[in-house]
């Protein structure tokens, strides 16, 4: 058996929004545009709003037994919204990013990212025109 690991650069991004929420789709409008400035493809997905914990798991078919019940709905929707993306990255056998709908590109993702191995690209700041 190879122990060799996979090396696979990122070829898209997912920008999570909530559709019917005006702000999320003018907020993932601006990271759309942002992954376009830098030439890469992009797909949006619909996350999960504002649904308890204990919907989400049933849902989810992961046979969790047991769960934070106080868990807020939107940590919960967004904690099983990225799991989906998670999954569907998967399922689809790609290398890609996920991107909350307030995330801005800057720089095209020039990495190579092991299989089975998440990365984080970044953190939040208050002023992007100096994030180094």
């Given at each position: 058996?190879?122990t060799?690991?996979?090396?696979?650069k990122p070829?898209k991004?997912?920008i999570?929004?909530?559709?019917?929420n005006?702000l999320s789709v003018e907020?993932?409008r601006?990271t759309a545009?942002s992954c376009d400035?830098?030439?890469?493809?992009?797909?949006?997905?619909e996350?999960?709003?504002?649904?308890d914990?204990?919907?989400?798991?049933?849902?989810s078919n992961?046979?969790?037994k047991?769960?934070d019940?106080?868990?807020?709905?939107?940590a919960a929707?967004?904690?099983?919204?990225?799991?989906k993306?998670w999954?569907k990255?998967?399922d689809n056998k790609?290398?890609a990013?996920?991107?909350?709908?307030?995330?801005?590109m800057?720089w095209?993702?020039d990495?190579?990212?092991?299989?089975n191995t998440?990365?984080n690209?970044?953190?939040?700041?208050n002023?992007?025109?100096k994030?180094?």
């Open positions: 058996m190879s060799h690991t996979l090396l696979n070829t991004a997912y999570l929004r909530l559709s019917n005006e907020y993932a601006h545009e400035k830098i030439g890469l493809a992009w797909e949006y997905f996350g999960y709003d504002h649904i914990i204990k919907t989400l798991v049933e849902k992961l046979g969790i047991n769960f019940a106080k868990m807020t709905v939107g929707s967004a904690s099983f919204s990225h799991y993306i999954e990255i998967r790609e290398t990013i996920i991107l909350e709908h307030d995330a801005v800057l095209p993702v990495l190579e990212i092991p299989d998440i990365v690209l970044g953190y939040k700041v002023e992007i025109d994030y180094d």
